[in-house]
């Protein structure tokens, strides 16, 4: 059974930095593709930015040169790293994991952008 921690989260002003982790709880993290997702209040939830197996990437334009995400598996570790944060940042960010028809999700740590 798959879990997925993240840890990370928190309030940070605009134009400041942060870095989500989350850990993937068995040892085929590498066979997944591993996403960021986030869900502002009274909004649906949206695609941060996926990388896959492979280590191919893609990010949601709002996110384009702001944002990078990683994989370790060295530690079975997915990262964001987040840069420049803007208020409309402000979400609380999931963890998913994917594989075949296999979805997994974590609990969600809350990012807090403030002006």
């Known amino acids: 059974q798959v879990q997925l921690v993240e840890s990370g989260g928190g309030l940070v002003q605009s134009g400041g930095s942060l870095r989500l982790s989350c850990i993937f709880s068995t040892a085929m993290f590498s066979i997944w593709d591993m996403s960021w997702y986030r869900q502002a209040p009274g909004k649906q939830r949206e695609l941060v930015a996926t990388?896959?197996?492979?280590?191919?990437?893609t990010y949601a334009d709002s996110v384009k040169g702001r944002f990078t995400i990683t994989r370790h598996s060295a530690n079975n570790t997915l990262v964001l790293q987040m840069n420049s944060l803007k208020p409309e940042d402000q979400a609380v960010y999931y963890c998913h994991a994917a594989y075949v028809r296999s979805t997994c999700w974590g609990d969600g740590t809350q990012i807090t952008v403030s002006y």
């Open positions: 990388v896959t197996r492979t280590s191919s990437t």
